[in-house]
């Protein structure tokens, strides 16, 4: 299953393979994701919109669930009391844990580098931009309009 905003973003997961696409924008797509798990909610949340909208993905994560916080476009990172999360034994994963991957970044590179050489990691680069129109790359990332990642060619 995968969530994302608009039907351009939705057809995008759709042709990753997904089995079901919801509109986290949609009126009842809590009810919809309850509905698609059969009532277990999903295993894993990369929750990067955060607000009201984190705070509903957090409502549908699945006991035993991982709760990734690592945006917040809505402009709010979504909160999630300590004891909450143990409550509801979702282990929640904030952005601050970033900090110490210092010193496992380049094998990590390394690895996810071999992995996409050898087609197994394919990254989706939805839209490029030369270097003199960076302002333009950010104007799409800031709208939301961009799909997957967007690159400055040098």
Known sequence: MGMARGERKL?????????????????????????????????????????????????????????????????????????????RGVEVIGIEQLYGFRARMRPWAEQVMAQAVAGRVRPVIGQTFPLEQAADAHAAIESRSALGKTLLLI
């Open 11 to 87: 057809d995008l997961i759709r042709g990753l393979g997904v089995e079901a696409a919801v509109d986290y924008t949609a009126p009842g797509w809590t009810e919809q994701v309850r509905r698609v798990t059969g009532g277990a909610g999903v295993d894993v949340v990369f929750d990067g919109v955060g607000g009201e909208i984190g705070r509903a993905a957090f409502e549908v994560t699945a006991w035993h669930g991982r709760f990734s916080v690592h945006g917040a476009s809505s402009g709010q990172l979504t909160e999630i009391e300590p004891a909450e999360a143990q409550r």
